[in-house]
């Protein structure tokens, strides 16, 4: 398994096409979710990209302070190709996006945007539901936070 860690303008051509199809692949067909995942802030983030050989499997894309959350760094886009579910490969892929905003932005928040049926899931790394379950486009989704 390769990582690669990629602002925007690094990523080649072909890494920008396997995020896009393996995205639209999951977020839009498999989970049936009509929404506009080109949202204009892929050039804000940096991109977390595991491969195995020419197979993007894991990918999520993350943002300093004040870009998504308000003073906290911000995961998102948090996928694993359906070749690899069940491999432990989620687990990584979350614990280095983690890791990377620790390094990266010391003593700030880190937030995410659950899907509210993933709450449990996401405890198993310290994120703390905050709020209510409200829906985006049609899911429940709940805002969680690894406080400082």
Known sequence: MNKFIKTFSELSPQQLYDVLRLRQNVFIIEQNCIYADIDDSDNQGIHILFYEGDSLAAYARIFG??????????????????????????????????????KEFVATDIQIEAQALL??????????????IYPVDGIDHIQMVIPA
């Open 119 to 132: 709450i449990n899931y996401y405890q198993q790394f310290g994120f703390i539901p905050i709020g209510n």
């Open 65 to 102: 302070p004040d870009i998504k959350f308000e003073n906290a760094c911000a995961i998102g886009r948090i996928i694993v190709s359906p070749a690899f579910r069940g491999t432990g490969l989620g687990r990584q892929l979350i614990t280095e996006s983690i890791e990377w905003c620790k």
